[in-house]
């Protein structure tokens, strides 16, 4: 072992955060100390390790005078490595982690480095270890020559639109000097993750000094799931939190004008690396969400798009991937405000719920056009032990207002809801119905006034859970021809799917399948419809698409599939077919950027709505496209048909014309003139010579 100075002094302060490491940290700690420099300390802080790690660790202790141990209770990797900050005497700093280990030569050779360039910051490469594979790459990100200059010594200036490009954000492949991090104050953020980000921009931006050694000397452990690290794709990312920071470093020390461009750039990298291992939309969703919402990237990227993208051409496919995903990120944030449970409470209650035989439940979002028109007939209907319930969704035109101009009726409750979809606000007024029957109302229908009496009849004969009318082989009867006994739904659990559209098909369906005791009356004594010109036609949106192919996935699992009989299952199946050809077909109506939702689908999500829709809707498009080439083809070559019969004809003719002047000449030939004249000829000819 060779020690690296002379004097009494530290040359290199290692600091080592630990949590849970005892599979390799044994592995690790030897690898330190087996180091061909000697003048060293180690610093290793149990970040409140519930394994033997602090055991590990304190018999090495025993063991070296060297290193020192310190327990705290678990905080962050970014406390422990600042717990270890406090108290280090190096004149250099190294960040390692438990889980890798180094090359014997690692700390002789950055130190020489640092030393012999008086150095800031000091880079070296390194390897990935694949715990799984046992298979070491070598990768390079983490030393990018690509992006290093020629010189041996270099800074922020030497390296504008790169120098964060260099390296990875990681803390382990670099050294530090002590006097470098306190003087511009660098500690680590305690975030819950990335906190290495932020610190090691930072130290990159601010260092007068960079240098680096081409050697790989740290083996970095892939897969491994019990590091600090680990398992990151199953939490939330801080990365917009770390580059926040670092943005804050740069205004400070006024170089945003010199390193804004280049930070973004990094935030768009970051924040797409950690939407593709993220495993869940609400992951990405925040990703997105937290990018758009800071004002310093938001003006440079998002509202100065076509100049952000002319100045970096280079990452032209990144950028737009960001603001691809951007584009279809505002459907899964209307999907996660309906999945959030909302407040409501009455405006009106009945006090008709003791006599009522049937609850007719009716939710309503901004119909401030039809409202009045249903309520009427539900209050016209024959059957009059009725109770109505009435469920507001966030309306924001006059649908509250002209509810409450017709609230006299004592049979009417009136429920306020902040949005939360109509499938929530069925379920509300499923949970405040007071009858043993449920009608839901729909706000484009208007009921016969002998509609609920007529169903009521056929519930209550035969011990019924579903009448309902209109119904033929091929379809499931809509949700509102049917009325439906309370206590078979609850027995049943069934309810509407919230935080979707269409939830009303998947209602039905599970009801159906679910009893055999149905009843169906006559088609044309239950419902009139209202002129649909009356209704606002909006455009589809991906909502529309998702709520469908929810619906689909969620028919084809439903528990009872496997009670059914064959021609039960055949019609569900059917019934479940045509959701999947809703998604479709109205998948092909949305504008590209709607399509762009696709992104933000839960991995499972999306791998089937990709072959199940995306795949289906373009093949068919490439179909068309041939079967349009093919009858363009057709129809040239019926054209060349056409035109070949055309000069045959013309051949023909000409053929007969030829053969006839043919036919003329061989009698001029054979006439007696021809002869006399050839003789005539000939005579002349003979009589000039």
């Known amino acids: 072992m060779c020690a690296l100075s002379m004097n009494n002094k530290v040359d290199i302060s290692i600091i080592v955060p630990v949590y849970n490491s005892s599979r390799f940290l044994r592995q690790t700690l030897d690898s330190i100390f087996n ?80 030393i012999k360039t008086r150095a800031d910051v000091t880079i070296f490469d390194g390897k990935i270890f694949d715990q799984e594979s046992k298979i070491f790459t070598k990768p390079s990100h983490f030393l990018n020559f690509g992006f290093l200059p020629k010189k041996e010594v270099f800074n922020r200036f030497d390296m504008v639109g790169s120098i964060f490009k260099i390296t990875n954000p990681a803390p382990w492949n670099k050294l530090f000097k002590s006097s470098f991090l306190r003087e511009n104050g660098l500690r680590f953020s305690v975030l819950p993750n990335c906190e290495d980000m932020s610190f090691t921009y930072s130290s990159l931006a601010l260092a007068d000094r960079i240098t680096f050694s081409k050697s790989r000397l740290v083996n970095y452990r892939a897969n491994n799931i019990e590091s600090l690290s680990g398992g990151f794709e199953k939490k939330d990312s801080y990365v917009i939190s770390a580059v926040d920071e670092v943005y804050n470093v740069l205004v400070e020390n006024d170089l945003t004008q010199l390193l804004l461009n280049d930070l973004i750039l990094i935030a768009v990298h970051q924040v797409l690396h950690f939407s593709k291992i993220a495993t869940s939309a609400t992951q990405r969703v925040k990703l997105f969400s937290e990018l758009t919402a800071k004002d310093w990237i938001k003006s440079e990227l998002i509202d100065n798009r076509e100049n952000f993208v002319m100045q970096n051409m280079n990452f032209e496919k990144e950028i737009n991937s960001v603001f691809d995903q951007i584009a279809g990120l505002e459907w899964r944030v209307q999907r996660e405000r309906l999945l959030q449970s909302k407040n409501f409470g009455y405006v009106a209650q009945s006090s008709a719920t003791g006599s009522a035989l049937v609850s007719v439940v009716f939710p309503l979002h901004n119909d401030e056009e039809t409202v009045v028109d249903v309520v009427e007939s539900l209050m016209n209907q024959s059957l009059k032990e009725i109770e109505i319930i009435c469920v507001d969704d966030g309306s924001t035109d006059e649908t509250l207002d002209r509810l409450k101009s017709i609230v006299a009726d004592e049979r009417i409750s009136i429920i306020a809801s902040e949005t939360s979809g109509l499938s929530r606000a069925r379920n509300i007024g499923m949970s405040k119905a007071q009858s043993d029957y449920i009608y839901f109302a729909q706000s484009d229908t208007v009921l016969d006034e002998r509609a609920l009496e007529i169903l009521y009849s056929a519930v209550t004969i035969k011990d019924i859970d579903i009448a309902g009318c209109d119904v033929c082989d091929q379809n499931f009867p809509s949700l509102y021809k049917q009325l439906f006994r309370k206590n078979f739904l609850e027995l049943e659990e069934i309810t509407f799917e919230e935080g979707i559209e269409h939830s009303e098909h998947l209602f039905v369906y599970e009801a159906i399948l679910s009893t055999a005791k149905i009843a169906y009356v006559g088609a044309d004594i239950f419902v009139e419809c209202r002129n649909s010109s009356v209704l606002d036609v909006q455009k589809p949106l991906f909502l529309d698409v998702y709520g469908y192919f929810i619906c689909y996935l969620k028919m084809c699992s439903f528990r009872r599939i496997g009670e059914l009989s064959t021609a039960s299952f055949e019609h569900a199946q059917s019934y479940a077919c045509e959701m999947l ?109």
Not at 36 to 49: K, M, P, Q, R, W
Not at 57 to 76: C, E, F, P, W
């Open 581 to 689: 050809q809703c998604a479709r077909d109205v998948y092909t109506l949305l504008a590209d950027n709607q399509k762009l939702a696709i992104y933000h689908l839960d991995n499972h999500e999306k791998i089937l709505f990709s072959e199940l829709i995306v795949c289906h809707v373009e093949n068919r498009k490439h179909l068309v496209s041939l079967e349009d080439r093919l009858q363009l083809a057709l129809a040239k070559s019926q054209k060349a048909d056409e035109k070949y019969k055309e000069v045959q004809m013309k051949f023909k003719k000409t053929k007969k014309k030829l053969m006839r002047t043919s036919s003329e000449l061989k009698e001029i030939k054979e006439s007696r003139i021809f002869r006399f004249s050839r003789k005539v000829s000939r005579f002349s000819k003979r009589t000039k010579i």
């Open 35 to 114: 180091q061909t420099a000697s003048n060293f300390e180690l610093i290793c802080v149990d970040d409140g390790s519930t394994d033997d790690s602090l055991e590990i660790l304190n018999s090495y202790a025993d063991k070296y005078s060297n290193i020192t141990v310190l327990s705290q209770n678990n905080q962050t990797t970014g406390a422990a490595r600042n717990a270890g900050l406090n108290i280090a005497k190096g004149e250099y700093l190294l960040f390692l982690d438990a889980d890798d280990f180094f090359e014997a030569t690692m700390l002789e050779e950055v130190f020489k480095q640092a």
